[in-house]
């Protein structure tokens, strides 16, 4: 870990220690670095605004009434994605028993391709954007979710296997495996600007 890393997880942790012991402005400190990280999160998981916010807003009231039992955690914007999950998967789970739905995976990653990316978007072509496009749509919900907690957010292989619920080696395998596929797409054989056409697909998840 770096000395910036190390720096941040200190001032994460005192943070946390001041809302645990009853410090208004560190709880709203908390909810606003992170409420917008979540609610775009939460947006890719389930496309009703409404569930999303709801789901957030469940999470942030279970910590506030649980602070004095839950530990400090050493990543706070990992557990906060972790809780928001497991919230909006519980929800579902209880929509779909009050309907008499059949039970199946609830939650399932969807990227929605932003054609008007800035900065990356300007060194390619209106017809290549669609090909980034459509290599996006062939990796599986479970691919992008991974590439997006990883190259996105920055989280762990141990930190995704956690929020995804399977082992962090597989997670490892996943990444490799999906980078893989995407630089032996006929894009990347055609441009000296390779790099930049991964980064640009990994900016879209």
């Keep these: 870990m770096s000395i910036i890393e190390e720096t941040i ?4 942790e005192e943070v946390w220690i001041k809302f645990v012991n009853g410090d208004k402005n560190a709880f709203t400190s908390i909810y606003n670095l992170n ?19 709801d789901c957030i807003q469940d999470v942030f009231l279970d910590i506030y009434e649980h602070r004095k039992q839950i530990s400090t955690p050493k990543n706070i914007r990992f557990y906060l994605f972790k809780a928001l999950k497991h919230t909006m998967f519980r929800e579902l789970k209880k929509e779909r028993k009050k309907s008499h739905l059949p039970e199946h995976e609830n939650l399932s990653f969807i990227t929605a391709y932003n054609i008007e990316t800035k900065t990356i978007s300007t060194e390619v072509e209106e017809h290549q954007k669609e090909l980034v496009a459509k290599i ?32 962090h080696n597989s997670v490892r395998k996943q990444v490799y495996r999906v980078i893989k596929k995407l630089r032996k797409n006929p894009i990347f054989n055609t441009t000296t600007n390779s790099g930049v056409y991964l ?4 900016s879209q998840l």
């Excluded at 409420?35 to 916010?53: C, H, T």
């Excluded at 062939?138 to 296997?161: D, V």
């Excluded at 980064?199 to 990994?202: A, G, M, T, Y």
């Design 136 to 167: 996006i749509k062939e990796l599986t919900p479970k691919q992008q979710e991974i590439l997006y907690l990883r190259f996105t957010k920055g989280f762990s292989y141990i930190e995704i296997s956690e929020i995804i619920n399977i082992n």
């Design 199 to 202: 980064l640009l697909i990994l």
């Design 9 to 12: 997880q200190e001032e994460s």
């Design 35 to 53: 409420v917008d990280a979540l609610f775009s999160y939460g947006m890719k998981l389930n496309p009703e605004k409404g569930f999303v916010k």
